[in-house]
């Protein structure tokens, strides 16, 4: 113990540099947001990684759960059968937009697979092109909450891409201001009630709480409610901000879902090819 | 004579934080090379001042410097690295009892020693400042540009104003 003690009040230069160095590099990271950003997400990678390969591990073991719940949710179906038949899927409900002059059609659909556990997810529905189903439209929510967009048609049948895929991106605002941003979802969190509110610019204030809306830019008509912001003004390395939104859609639950027709989608769709991206 | 060195010091910090704060904080020559001239004070300390008085004065001087410059524990990182550097400079080239000299200056110290010293210690200070600051490696190359125009403006100043207050002491 002597020794340790002579050896340490020799050297006390070094352990004094040591101690007054850590306290110095501690209050850079705490204080200063971009240091904080940058060595929080290198730690978040690693973890993220981690994380991942784990889940491959973790989704086997979680089989046995998802069949029984399957299996529950199955007899629970089965046994309400006859009451499902009061809901008409056929039917096209018109709605008519008096106030931007557009009118959307929504056509309900039943989920025929559903997938939550993927990182790209995609799930089918009961109705294809024979109903008038067009790669590209926008799906949502029968109570509110975005769900994402057909992908493939068939004659019967079609499959939408939801939101939880890494090719899904949604522009959304901020309902109060009307500050533009895109939804993603599985930016190292793949909780699905959660997504992210990307690219919003700056200067926007962000506020727990926010409603988040879609914009209307691209196939979803504008004010579908998508969700609240839960953790508001995350640093990106880029100049934009970005949120975590805590998502209206349950899409563990989701049993049905309306397909959004514009009328006006081809028209448009053929005006802006027409823009080369070169001009 | 011990207070006339406090004295000397205080007023030394004052002026040399004042000049660096409201004076070079708002020079730069195109973002490259940047001054930092407050570290003199630290260079200057006297030779017998304990280890952790110098280290908390590095500190401190550090955090001051971060309270103006909005970078919470950069300075301050830099001055310990400054003081740790210090320390072993002295303790290698110079017989610590044979040391009567006050203070590390270039008047006591002569050209060439000071010169290394004053270069040692503002080369690793002026490294981990800048690394700190830009807090990646990617953009490494640029990162050495700055430190090293900076280090050289900051030497060139620090000569600059140890010549200017020279005293011919009898040796």
Same mark, same amino acid.
């Given at each position: 113990?002597?020794?340790?003690?002579?050896?340490?009040?020799?050297?006390?230069?070094?352990?004094?540099?040591?101690?007054?160095?850590?306290?110095?590099?501690?209050?850079?990271?705490?204080?200063?947001?971009?240091?904080?950003?940058?060595?929080?997400?290198?730690?978040?990678?690693?973890?993220?990684?981690?994380?991942?390969?784990?889940?491959?591990?973790?989704?086997?073991?979680?089989?046995?759960?998802?069949?029984?719940?399957?299996?529950?949710?199955?007899?629970?179906?089965?046994?309400?059968?006859?009451?499902?038949?009061?809901?008409?899927?056929?039917?096209?409900?018109?709605?008519?937009?008096?106030?931007?002059?557009?009118?959307?059609?929504?056509?309900?659909?039943?989920?025929?697979?559903? *997938?939550?556990? /993927?990182?790209?997810? !995609?799930?089918?529905? %009961?109705?294809?092109?024979? =109903?008038?189903?067009? #790669? $590209?439209?926008?799906?949502?929510?029968?109570?509110?909450?975005?769900?994402?967009?057909?992908?493939?048609?068939?004659?019967?049948?079609?499959?939408?891409?939801?939101?939880?895929?890494?090719?899904?991106?949604?522009?959304?605002?901020?309902?109060?201001?009307?500050?533009?941003?895109?939804?993603?979802?599985?930016?190292?969190?793949?909780?699905?009630?959660?997504?992210?509110?990307?690219?919003?610019?700056?200067?926007?204030?962000?506020?727990?709480?926010?409603?988040?809306?879609?914009?209307?830019?691209?196939?979803?008509? *504008?004010?579908? /409610?998508?969700?609240? !912001?839960?953790?508001? %003004?995350?640093?990106?390395? =880029?100049?934009?901000? #970005? $949120?975590?939104?805590?998502?209206?859609?349950?899409?563990?639950?989701?049993?049905?879902?309306?397909?959004?027709?514009?009328?006006?989608?081809?028209?448009?769709?053929?005006?802006?090819?027409?823009?080369?991206?070169?001009? | 004579?011990?207070?006339?060195?406090?004295?000397?010091?205080?007023?030394?910090?004052?002026?040399?934080?004042?000049?660096?704060?409201?004076?070079?904080?708002?020079?730069?020559?195109?973002?490259?090379?940047?001054?930092?001239?407050?570290?003199?004070?630290?260079?200057?300390?006297?030779?017998?001042?304990?280890?952790?008085?110098?280290?908390?004065?590095?500190?401190?001087?550090?955090?001051?410097?971060?309270?103006?410059?909005?970078?919470?524990?950069?300075?301050?990182?830099?001055?310990?690295?400054?003081?740790?550097?210090?320390?072993?400079?002295?303790?290698?080239?110079?017989?610590?009892?044979?040391?009567?000299?006050?203070?590390?200056?270039?008047?006591?110290?002569?050209?060439?020693?000071?010169?290394?010293?004053?270069?040692?210690?503002?080369?690793?200070?002026?490294?981990?400042?800048?690394?700190?600051?830009?807090?990646?490696?990617?953009?490494?190359?640029?990162?050495?540009?700055?430190?090293?125009?900076?280090?050289?403006?900051?030497?060139?100043?620090?000569?600059?104003?140890?010549?200017?207050?020279?005293?011919?002491?009898?040796?």
């Amino acid at each position: 113990m002597r020794n340790l003690w002579i050896f340490i009040s020799r050297y006390n230069a070094f352990f004094l540099f040591i101690i007054f160095f850590t306290v110095g590099i501690y209050l850079t990271v705490k204080n200063n947001s971009y240091q904080r950003s940058v060595t929080l997400n290198s730690t978040n990678e690693v973890v993220g990684t981690a994380y991942e390969r784990l889940n491959v591990f973790k989704r086997y073991l979680n089989l046995g759960m998802v069949n029984d719940s399957l299996a529950a949710e199955n007899a629970k179906l089965k046994s309400r059968l006859l009451g499902l038949t009061t809901v008409d899927t056929a039917k096209d409900v018109k709605v008519v937009d008096t106030v931007t002059n557009q009118d959307y059609t929504y056509l309900a659909a039943k989920v025929v697979k559903n *997938s939550i556990t /993927l990182r790209n997810n !995609i799930m089918t529905i %009961n109705k294809g092109s024979i =109903d008038g189903i067009k #790669s $590209g439209m926008a799906v949502i929510a029968p109570q509110k909450g975005v769900v994402g967009f057909i992908r493939d048609v068939s004659e019967h049948l079609a499959t939408i891409q939801s939101l939880l895929h890494k090719d899904t991106k949604i522009s959304v605002t901020l309902k109060k201001n009307n500050a533009l941003g895109s939804l993603v979802w599985g930016d190292g969190n793949f909780d699905i009630k959660k997504a992210f509110i990307k690219e919003v610019p700056n200067h926007i204030k962000m506020y727990v709480g926010d409603t988040i809306v879609t914009s209307g830019y691209g196939s979803f008509p *504008s004010g579908i /409610l998508v969700g609240r !912001i839960s953790r508001p %003004n995350v640093a990106t390395n =880029d100049n934009f901000l #970005s $949120g975590e939104v805590n998502l209206f859609t349950d899409f563990s639950t989701l049993q049905y879902v309306y397909v959004v027709k514009y009328k006006k989608a081809e028209e448009q769709k053929a005006l802006e090819s027409a823009v080369k991206p070169n001009e | 004579m011990n207070s006339r060195i406090i004295i000397v010091n205080v007023i030394r910090w004052f002026l040399l934080l004042f000049v660096q704060i409201f004076l070079l904080k708002n020079m730069g020559f195109y973002d490259l090379s940047t001054p930092f001239i407050y570290v003199l004070f630290l260079l200057l300390l006297p030779f017998g001042i304990p280890n952790i008085v110098l280290y908390l004065l590095a500190f401190a001087t550090g955090l001051t410097l971060d309270a103006f410059y909005d970078t919470m524990g950069v300075h301050a990182t830099a001055c310990v690295v400054l003081a740790f550097v210090r320390i072993s400079f002295i303790s290698i080239s110079l017989n610590r009892d044979a040391i009567d000299d006050p203070e590390p200056s270039l008047s006591y110290m002569g050209f060439q020693w000071f010169s290394l010293y004053a270069f040692l210690c503002v080369i690793s200070h002026h490294l981990v400042l800048f690394f700190l600051e830009t807090f990646r490696l990617t953009e490494v190359g640029y990162t050495l540009m700055r430190c090293g125009l900076s280090c050289i403006f900051t030497l060139l100043i620090i000569l600059l104003v140890e010549f200017i207050f020279y005293r011919r002491t009898p040796r």
